[in-house]
């Protein structure tokens, strides 16, 4: 069973920084993509940024310029660090496992979401 924890949510001003990070445990296929997904009420998950064992990234148009993922496969953790924050960005941030860089894998695996509130 694969397990995904997250950690580093909370209320940032707008402007601010945040760092984002996720443990994954249990046996977890390999290659694969780690990356996070944000839903904000109302609105669909989409992706935030991802990137692969190999090192390759892709991130949202929204969150490029402001945002940098990274992860360490020796402990199956990925972080991201985003910075700039607008209002827009506060949603509940998902990690998720899979096979795919740019789309969510219907076979992957999800954390339980942290909430990001993004507020003065």
């Known amino acids: 069973q694969v397990q995904l924890v997250e950690s580093g949510g909370g209320l940032v001003q707008p402007g601010g920084s945040l760092r984002l990070s996720c443990a994954a445990s249990?046996?977890?296929?390999?290659?694969?993509?780690m990356g996070w997904y944000r839903q904000a009420p109302g609105k669909q998950r989409e992706l935030v940024a991802s990137?692969?064992?190999?090192?390759?990234?892709t991130y949202a148009d929204s969150a490029k310029d402001r945002s940098t993922i990274s992860r360490d496969n020796t402990k199956n953790t990925v972080s991201l660090q985003m910075s700039s924050l607008k209002p827009e960005d506060t949603a509940v941030y998902y990690c998720?496992?899979?096979?795919?860089?740019?789309?969510?894998?219907?076979?992957?695996?999800w954390g339980q979401g942290t909430q990001v509130t993004v507020s003065s």
């Open positions: 249990g046996s977890i296929f390999n290659p694969n993509a």
């Open positions: 990137i692969t064992t190999y090192g390759r990234t």
């Open positions: 998720h496992v899979g096979r795919f860089l740019a789309v969510a894998d219907p076979n992957g695996y």
